[in-house]
């Protein structure tokens, strides 16, 4: 149920774990039907070689890791602001917010919740842009277009690659395949 969730999460916010086995990166979105664009954000932290962590209790070997979760501001109000408020204290250093419709309101409400966490929000649909960045003075959110969850990662291992040079190595790597990927593009038009 919603109240055992939020248990979890208080629960693994009050242990004292190592910091180095806590998820790094936290997904969250509105709604299972949000999947299909939030993927992306799966797809760019694997290749960054980050793995999964979907038991809070048995964190995978790979250092970096990042969770998943299904919130929704309207449907889960309270397992929203559990998340939020837990975000830091259960070892996250930046959680990556998807939302859509007309009212996305999971990642600007999870961006006042967990401050001074970054929250970086992705708009589902192009619809949903104005309500993820439309923000108050004094109350941050860093946000993607719409649909682009990749990139919204990417900015996720960007925070994390100032402290972490593993991470900073593993994003240059993937910038070096991108050229090299659109030199070859390049090439081919010419041949
Ligand atoms: C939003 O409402 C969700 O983020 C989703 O994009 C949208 C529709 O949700 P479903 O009705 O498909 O569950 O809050």
Same mark, same amino acid.
């Given at each position: ?7 979890? #999460?208080? @629960? ?15 997904? *969250? ?21 980050? @793995? ?39 070892? #996250? ?19 006042? *919740? ?78």
């Amino acid at each position: 149920s919603v109240q055992d969730l939020i248990d979890r #999460l208080e @629960a693994e916010a009050a242990a004292d774990r190592d910091p180095e086995t806590t998820p790094d990166v936290g997904i *969250i979105m509105g709604s299972d039907s949000d999947l299909d664009v939030m993927s992306g954000a799966y797809d760019a932290l694997e290749e960054l070689g980050f @793995a999964e962590q979907t038991d809070f209790d048995d964190p995978p070997e790979e250092r970096f890791t990042y969770e998943s979760y299904v919130v929704s501001a309207h449907r889960t109000p309270e397992l929203m602001y559990a998340y939020g408020e837990t975000a830091e204290a259960r070892g #996250l250093d930046v959680v990556i917010a998807g939302a859509g419709g007309k009212s996305a309101d999971l990642p600007n409400m999870t961006a006042s *919740i967990a401050y001074p966490l970054p929250v970086i929000g992705v708009p589902v649909q192009e619809k949903s842009v104005d309500s993820v960045i439309g923000m108050p003075t004094g109350a941050p959110i860093v946000a993607v277009d719409a649909g682009k969850s990749f990139n919204a990662a990417l900015s996720a291992a960007q925070v994390l690659a100032r402290q972490h040079d593993e991470v900073r190595a593993a994003l240059v790597e993937y910038h070096e395949d991108l050229v090299g990927g659109v030199a070859e593009v390049s090439r081919d038009l010419h041949d």
